[in-house]
């Protein structure tokens, strides 16, 4: 991929979208490694994506907290340097430049919504230069939205906001504008974003690629290695509970059981789709606002031997959200500008590596993601080079 | 794999040789379901291995306690289901009826005692009117033995022999008759077995397959699914620590510094080769009698993400060893039949996914190590249907 | 205490009623050791208690399993061992005949239900010429009842009984059946028992000593050690989360939200307590059936030391619920039984060592606890020997 | 206690020496809670102790990082906010020029070193003003001494001192000079200090009271309360396996197997003393530089309840041992300037709850140490104000 590539983050002051700002700067300065980046792996050597140095950085925000504060407090955390907020004020105060104010459902006429987050998008493009713009959105969680005929298909979706309707939950407008802009979007929450038929077909229509849902950062990452493993070996798993306990913001959203369900229920489709089978077993996810921006995931599984013998596995997962999920947006951008510059459009299965609920596929095992990952950037950079 | 398949075990009166026995007679009663045994899973239905009605066992053991006596142990001890041993009377019986009595280096003229235990796998062979037989070590881990000349091609090994000393440890001279009776080896334990270039020789000029060392069923299986998951993720692994603590009779043979020694550096070889790099960190084998044939693993693995943020992962894994090591032991005598009919000679890397230390191999990562063994498998079965 | 002591334990065929019965049994023949029997400590040694072979045991229930096929099935689920049911086969069985009907909310009438409940203790005693009887409620969890006007005093109750109302739930039922019968009454479930004003009168009413409530085997009694601990040494807990996975009767009942409401409630309360200070924390409790009578809780405490530095313990409890709870059922209805022959009347505090959430007592430390209880107890021998 | 005190640590610039200083420095300038004091808990709150702001500090140290400089790198390892440093600089670098050069054995004639460090306090406490001066040896673990005859009676040690030897091991060196210039004194590590006849009769002739030894901070303290659980419980332990992973510089001492010895055989040996019977199990302590300042403790406790069901306990420990011993340092400086205010001479079991190993105590267990404590606290006061 040549020339520039915008990143656009929906929700970029917050803790996700300030690390990825902050780390992107640091790694351009060469203060920081390319620890967590996927994109930096030998793997990917050959794979002609984006140069770190050719990405800039924008977003929707509702907050009016800046990148630089956000910062700041993300040092006082533990989830940031001491000393990275001063090091890349420059480029903070930048992209803190780049935000436009976000999208609430209170804010009058969808349609019209769309269409100015759309025009943000294309200001962004020419305001930078940029050559493929690529939309993440990192905001909080969402609750399920209900039914509503205006998502089946793009014509109802127009006719009902041309009869002033919002039918869309505000993951679902962004996705929209970002198609309507040009753009490729992916959603690393579980929010509903792209997964509507009406934005399916729009997506199609306009010939833009997009990835989702659910970035997989800590328990079911670890899933998709373990539940695997007890299937290759044959072992039947009876049972496997789950306690996520998060301090974040995202936790506060969680503890509203309506956003909480969409999370879990984006858990457990893995797990049998890996296993063959139903598996009982509670997943959790509590907010304990005490933890900040750290999160521990217990896990509990009981399976069976030779001989119906039981025995148990337990983990304990202590991770930082942040700088877990930073890295993969950074990915995702770059992976996804790949996308745009090939041509591709429609869902990317190919990038179900980095999603609990991968669109238009039912492979969940991390190995053969990985596999069909790097398939998959081979065939791009072939295309690419042709 | 047609005809009647031999399964011969050294230290076939032990925990995991008894379960063994117990397990086959059950699954072929149709008292044991098939979990745990890889070659039942969905994706070897293909595969033309031996029926396990087909399988009948044998073994040496310098132990007296029978099979019978020592099932009816592993039934107090939890690890046997209460009425198998009655259920599986005859076949019990019948086993015990084959065992022989074991080498220890005491025995006099090592030579010898090698002809002497391959005509006890010849005559088990004729009796049985057996097809092919595999041997498989079970017994107790041996010390690493000292540097031998000997050791260092066959020709050196059988002048040592002819000035009647006796140059190999105890599992090599298993291997060694073995491979004189015709027979497949396989070393589930960490001992030498045939990891000698003088056992390689003779394998080799014998036209006979063999398999090894160290069956993967605790941590270092874990290890195998981990380790690569935190390189796909390009987390950098800091420090791995890990404790094992063992009841069993193996427990108290690694108690023994120069046992543990051999089994610590068969768990320690792969992760650096899965993660590229070496890390820091203990593991720790303790006996503690009191847990009887279980055993739990408790290790702490740290891991730096992107910005350099430190993170943890801790697991426990509690599982029965002989529950766990009977059926691979079952499904490497199937395999090695395989290998067997269709004439493989030498070290069959394919079976790695078994082992802690695969041979002629360096491949430590479970999935490409499952892919490896399908492919073989596949290969296997074109080859015996053509 | 001399003579014969009555242990009546209602809901007698579940779990730990069948388990107390058998290891009383087990105890008496010798085939048991003294193993998880406070009474039993030797810091006890001194104090006039029931010798074990002088108590008789009998109950309520409304299941049909009897007591002989019940311990059948906990010796399957590996909670009581082998051999036990046939070796205690006629203590069983004699107990078993002891067993009468349960009382349900449908029953019709409740006060003469509680009539016929009374009778039933009454015949009991007179049968077996007992000199003392102990009512332990080991049942199903209750929800937590209504609020009713009833239950504030004895008058009111009974003038609901003559209006032919049913204002107690099935517990408090029990409770009243007891003091009515002249016997002692624990509850070692987080249902209502005895703990509402109007049964707290009937008890004073009639003598009867009476204790509760919900027996502290596993969590809880890992907070009761460890909050003081944290206190002592002026660490600051910020936030203490549990999770607790169980199988057995209970487990299901508890998944009934309501019921667990009564159950977390009383797993709370005692932290603040011991603490001095509101704890943030999500206490969950979720039935798994495969888990059987084991029960595994992992409790998370974030604390806060010197300079604001943060820190964590976790814990991993893998307990088998009737095993530790049947033992404590026996401690009770020896006490109890002393309590009775002093003429102990009212809530006994002394006996919160036993119990999540006590009596008359706001001290949940279990030292505290201990030393109350062996000051209790030499009281006793004192008063009894006087 | 009225007047100024003295605290001069043994190993003042290692990291509990500097979070001592630095942490008291907070403390007084009131920007720390006092959080980990446990002379600052309600229960202690009339006993006449030293304020906080009369204590001096000073010490030896054979290192040549300055407390400043040493602050600075325990800020980048998380063990001190931030701030910190910056706005304790006076009190740090009054601190650092109070430090004396310590003593390494190859110093020369024993003897005259030991009064050249009696030396050096006798200023400090002249220069400083202060009314009672307490020693704490808070340096690196000293591997166990061999036995020397000079070490039984102090006439022996004179003797050996008179003919040039120098028989004591670095800890007692310290320990006689505290006692000859007329200081109290504990060790904080499991080093001899003033566990030798000889200096027994010392600090009785010197009239001073002493302390220890191995402040208990993790994984034992954990055991002085789990421990007395299972008693009071009557549950069995059989099995108390441990794992200590350590970071700091502490780590890489005990990583010497000689210096490991003296740490783990003072671990071990009050468990024993808890549960009344001894108990198989290995602890382990592992450096692993990668953990810094910080320590992870995993134990893994079996036991049986009633008719022997086996049940395990694991925990993990995450703790700051700097956080953790800081405050305990200064809880001790200002209990023994009590003691030497009261007179009191010797050794001081009531300070057992502070210790791994109290000297002149068997008593392990928390609650009773700490009822001990206070006991001893209250007399105190009484005797201060009589």
């Known amino acids: 991929v040549s020339g520039r590539v ?7 002051r917050g803790s996700v979208g300030t690390t990825a700002v ?16 996927v994109t930096e792996h030998q793997a990917m050597q050959d794979v002609p994506l984006p140069e770190l140095s050719s990405i800039v950085m924008g977003g929707h925000d509702i907050t009016t907290t800046s990148l630089t504060k956000r910062a700041e ?24 430049s780049r935000v436009r104010h976000g999208y609430v459902t209170e804010d009058g006429d969808q349609y019209s919504q769309v269409l100015r987050l759309a025009d943000d998008l294309r200001e962004f493009a020419r305001q930078e230069q940029l050559d493929h713009v690529v939309v993440i959105n990192v905001s909080s969680t969402e609750p399920i939205p209900a039914a509503n005929a205006a998502h089946e298909s793009l014509a109802a979706l127009q006719d009902a906001w041309a009869r002033g309707e919002a039918p869309l939950p ?18 690393f929450t579980p929010s509903t974003g792209a997964r509507l038929p009406a934005l ?4 199609n229509r306009q010939g833009m690629p997009w990835a989702g849902s659910d970035g997989k950062t800590g328990e079911t990452l670890l899933k998709s290695v373990l539940a695997p493993m007890f299937d290759m070996r044959a072992l039947r798993v009876r049972s496997w509970a789950g306690t996520n306990l998060l301090g974040g913001g995202d936790g506060a959203t969680l503890a509203d059981p309506e956003a909480c369900a969409s999370k879990t229920t984006s858990k457990v489709r893995g797990l049998q789709a890996m296993l063959g089978h139903p ?37 304990t997962w202590q991770g930082c959200d942040s700088s877990l999920a930073a890295p993969l947006v950074l990915d995702l951008g770059r992976l996804l500008a790949l996308a745009l510059s090939r041509g591709v459009a429609g869902p990317v299965s190919a990038l179900g590596f980095f999603f609990k609920d991968p669109v238009a ?16 950037a081979a065939e791009s950079a072939d295309g690419e080079r042709a």
């Open 170 to 187: 505000v993951s679902s407008a962004y996705a929209a504008a970002a198609f309507l802009a040009g753009c490729a979007f992916a959603d």
């Open 6 to 12: 915008g990143l656009w983050l929906v929700g970029v």
């Open 22 to 37: 902050a780390g992107l700067a640091a790694s351009r300065a060469g203060m920081a490694a390319a620890t967590g980046l």
């Open 73 to 96: 407090q993300l040092v006082a955390a533990g989830v940031l340097p001491a000393g990275l907020p001063l090091a890349c004020a420059d480029e903070l105060e930048a992209a803190e």
């Open 361 to 376: 596929s039912d492979e969940h095992r991390l190995v053969q993601q990985w596999q069909a990952l790097l398939t998959w």
């Open 279 to 315: 598996v009982d077993g509670p997943v959790h996810i509590d907010y304990i606002p005490d933890l900040g921006d750290w999160k521990t995931a217990w896990d509990h599984i009981s399976f069976e031997g030779f001989l119906g013998t039981r025995m148990t596995l337990q983990f």
């Open 200 to 203: 399916v077909e729009l997506a």
